[in-house]
């Protein structure tokens, strides 16, 4: 069974620039997140979606970041513009239900962003 | 509110030493607890979680955790380091159960 999928895995782009990430979660997974993960801290919750609803997402900086989940499988998470900032990695993770005592959480390997 | 402190940002064993690292956690309500590994340029592992029950904890790759409620901690344990132990440790907290809030992690070195 193939793992939660993110692509790009390194992304490099000018400050100002849009940028898009993707994420497959693992298959019937029905609850999928996406953290910011800064150079040297822990993960960080951006946003958590219930099949294709976003039932959190008070730490999404919505000025410039957007999100989606269509049909409540892949998902998507964009910035736009870049800022420097933005510089990090962007974690997806899934589970199976929401109660994270009981499944835990399968994380992607992440898309290593650089905003120069 | 929910929270986790990570005391050590780095810490150094020698390989077969006892490896500590340790955690405490802030919550309102009894915790869910949970250590995760992160290797280079990869997600997250889990290695174990403290949900109800028996407060010692047994993970994979040989760790273990203790859940003290009076100390409001957490740490992680392995009795003999070995040199693939080293990697990035995160302890992780949910109140909720709906998501987690992480520390900022632990490096382990492994010294040969």
């Known amino acids: 069974e193939a793992g939660v999928v993110q692509s790009p895995r390194y992304k490099i782009i000018e400050k100002k620039q849009p940028v898009a990430f993707w994420c497959n979660p693992i298959?019937?997974?029905?609850?999928l997140y996406w953290y910011r993960q800064n150079l040297g801290q822990g993960p960080e919750l951006l946003i958590r979606?219930?099949?294709?609803?976003?039932?959190?997402d008070s730490q999404l900086p919505k000025d410039r970041f957007s999100a989606e989940r269509l049909k409540g499988v892949d998902s998507t998470l964009k910035i736009q513009p870049a800022e420097l900032g933005d510089s990090a990695v962007y974690l997806c993770?899934?589970?199976?239900?929401?109660?994270?005592?009981?499944?835990?959480?399968?994380f992607g390997s992440g898309t290593r962003l650089t905003v120069v | 509110a929910q929270s986790v402190t990570q005391l050590g940002s780095h810490v150094s064993v020698s390989e077969g030493a006892l490896v500590l690292l340790r955690c405490n956690y802030s919550?309102?309500?009894?915790?869910?607890l949970f250590w995760y590994v992160q290797y280079p340029n990869q997600g997250l592992q889990l290695l174990l979680k403290?949900?109800?029950?028996?407060?010692l904890v047994k993970g994979i790759n040989g760790f273990e955790a203790e859940f003290k409620k009076s100390e409001t901690s957490f740490h992680l344990t392995k009795p003999s380091a070995h040199m693939s132990d080293a990697a990035e440790y995160f302890c992780a907290v949910s109140s909720n159960n709906n998501d987690m809030r992480f520390g900022a992690g632990t490096r382990l070195t492994v010294k040969p």
């Open positions: 403290y949900t109800t029950g028996a407060t």
């Open positions: 298959s019937g997974h029905n609850t």
């Open positions: 993770a899934s589970s199976l239900g929401s109660a994270v005592s009981t499944n835990g959480y399968t």
């Open positions: 979606y219930e099949n294709e609803e976003a039932v959190d």
């Open positions: 919550s309102s309500v009894p915790p869910y």
